[in-house]
């Protein structure tokens, strides 16, 4: 390939990082990785600074893409938020779905909470949430108010972390315990914000307790 080829982009990149990884062929260094793809070194630092920012990126565009979809949608727009969360939830897990084996290489069995690669989608999925309509408890004073919105998007992301790992790990066909885990752990956590009853806070705490502690 022409390295002034106009279509090499970041996605191109991307593509070509994904199947090197997925095919053992990790790239040692940007300068081995632009010389098996024909790319001159200095045309890869239009895009990227190394080879792990190409990782970010992934997550990033992976974001990027499960918004579109949502957004494409005349319907979404007229959601309530709890709707609009679970289609999130599982629009973004569909698309990890057809990149699970590089997901897997990349995040394996690391700690999900510090991992950098993830800082990109973190802040992307913060704003998110924080501009969903979401009813919360009026404390009467500003500052609780204020403090319990930050409390409830940091656990809104740990949630999506939490789900990541559990999608990881889930060997159910179709991944539909995956499914399952969503739909109960969204409802129970609306549940508690909204200080209704606790009907789907014990359903979702019995498929924990089934899925972390099987009958023997």
Known sequence: MNPQDNTIDKNQILTWYIDDVLNDK??????????????????????????????????????????????????????????????????????????????????????????????????????????????????KQKDINKASEKVMAESAWLHLLGTLKFWLNDKSANFEKTDVFIEKSVNAGFELINVSAFKNVADFGKFIFKEFNPVK
């Open 26 to 139: 990790q790239p040692k260094n940007v300068y081995a990785f632009s010389q098996a793809h024909q790319l001159d070194e200095a045309e890869f630092y239009n895009y990227f600074s190394n080879l792990e920012t190409i990782e970010n990126y992934f997550y990033d565009a992976l974001f990027e893409a499960t918004l579109e979809t949502l957004q494409s949608s005349e319907d979404y727009e007229l959601y309530p938020a709890k709707d609009k969360i679970l289609s999130f939830y599982y629009t973004f897990f569909e698309n990890l779905k057809m990149n699970r084996s590089f997901v897997q290489h990349s995040i394996g069995s690391q700690s999900l909470k510090d991992l950098g690669k993830l800082k990109g989608l973190r802040k992307g999925f913060l704003e998110y949430a924080n501009h969903l309509e979401i009813e919360k408890i009026d404390f």
